[in-house]
């Protein structure tokens, strides 16, 4: 079974570009979440999704991120325009309903200069 | 006062040796309990998942929850060196989904 596919896993860029982040769900999973690990906060949730809807976004640091969920098998981070304190390892997970646990990909490693 | 509380470590112990991994929270209302493992440039990966109080047990490893006084912890036996990893605690309200997470714990697992 593929697990979340996450893409790119590395992204180099300079301050003030925009970065969009992609992720792949599990097939059948309709939850999807956006997480933020760094060494000082550890893993924060930024925004999750039931069904492709938004349910909670109260992570989402700044106006200058955002996300989406065009359909059940794919969706976006992006960030406009990016500051170095956004470096940080970005996780995409899925889960299944309720409760059901979350399933994480390998993340997006991003790197602001 | 950070929900999840887990020491960081790092923690290292010889091959064979058993394992003991803590995290305590502070709210009442976290019904769900995971540990996750992460290797290095890795995404975590669910390792054990339990509900409310109890043991649960997968091969080497044990998972223990106490709600009265809210410590969750992780056994792990016979210990190898794959076994080294960074080790986070997870917890989660009913219907919540949202997933608070410990700092994480760095294992070393020496040979």
């Known amino acids: 079974d593929a697990g979340v596919i996450q893409s790119p896993r590395h992204e180099v860029t300079e301050m003030g570009q925009e970065v969009t982040l992609r992720c792949k769900p599990i097939?059948?999973?309709?939850?999807l979440f956006w997480y933020r690990q760094t060494m000082m906060r550890g893993l924060e949730l930024l925004i999750y999704f039931n069904n492709n809807v938004p349910i909670d976004d109260s992570g989402m640091p700044e106006d200058r991120f955002s996300a989406k969920m065009p359909n059940a098998s794919f969706s976006t981070l992006k960030i406009q325009p990016s500051e170095p304190r956004d470096s940080a390892v970005y996780f995409c997970?899925?889960?299944?309903?309720?409760?059901?646990?979350?399933?994480f990909g390998d993340g997006t490693r991003l790197s602001i200069l | 006062q950070k929900e999840v509380e887990q020491d960081p470590g790092p923690l290292s112990v010889p091959e064979g040796a058993i394992v003991s991994l803590n995290c305590t929270y502070s709210n009442s209302a976290f019904q769900y309990f995971m540990w996750y493992r992460q290797y290095s440039r890795k995404g975590p990966e669910l390792l054990m998942y339990?509900?409310?109080?109890g043991n649960k047990e997968d091969g080497r490893f044990t998972a223990q929850v106490d709600k009265s006084s809210k410590y969750i912890s992780l056994f792990i036996r016979d210990s190898q060196p794959s076994d080294s990893a960074t080790y986070l605690c997870?917890?989660?309200?009913?219907?919540?989904?949202?997933?608070?997470f410990g700092q994480g714990t760095r294992l070393t697992i020496n040979p």
């Open positions: 997970a899925s889960g299944g309903r309720g409760n059901q646990p979350q399933h």
């Open positions: 097939s059948g999973h309709n939850s």
């Open positions: 339990t509900y409310s109080s």
């Open positions: 997870a917890t989660e309200k009913q219907g919540a989904q949202k997933l608070v």
